[in-house]
């Protein structure tokens, strides 16, 4: 009987910390009712921070090597460390969205459409990415994709600065102006 209440009370503390809100869960809870894109960017970049690691320190040391060869202007570095990232661990979305952001800068839309949307597909909470695939979807005249991108993203960030002006002007031209 001694022996089934100490065994009970191991497992209380695990499942209450089971049940505990997660720090990304709270964070995005803060997110949904900041009232002012000031107010937001604190919440963002704490987030940002939390989708950053990858669970592996070598991937993590890939990716901050990635971004100091970036920083210093050493692109063609950066890109093989991501691809790397990405070929070692492919189910990580931080190296698929860092990997859409540098084939975009390189010019390569296609490409890093294909990036931002295995991204969004790996973590569909990532909101950067999917404001970025909407406004590649919108450069190429996919107004329709665009604006699900949009509005999927304002869903999860209601504060995204400049969010709000793509989707009005988006609703108008997809859907038409009411009556």
Known sequence: MRLSGFV??????A???ASAPKPLDTLFAQ?????SAEEAKPIEAQIEELFRPSGSPSVDLLMARAGAAEASGDKDTARQLVDAVTAIAPSYAEGWHSRGLQQSDAGDDE???LSLQKTIALNPRQFQAMEQLGEMLEDY?????ALKMYR???AIDPQFEGLQRHIDALSRAVEGQGI
């Open 141 to 145: 005249g996919d107004k329709a994709g």
């Open 111 to 113: 490409s890093a459409m």
């Open 8 to 13: 009970f009370a191991l497992f209380l503390p």
């Open 15 to 17: 499942a209450a910390w």
């Open 152 to 154: 999927r993203a304002q």
């Open 31 to 35: 997110l949904k009712g900041a009232q």
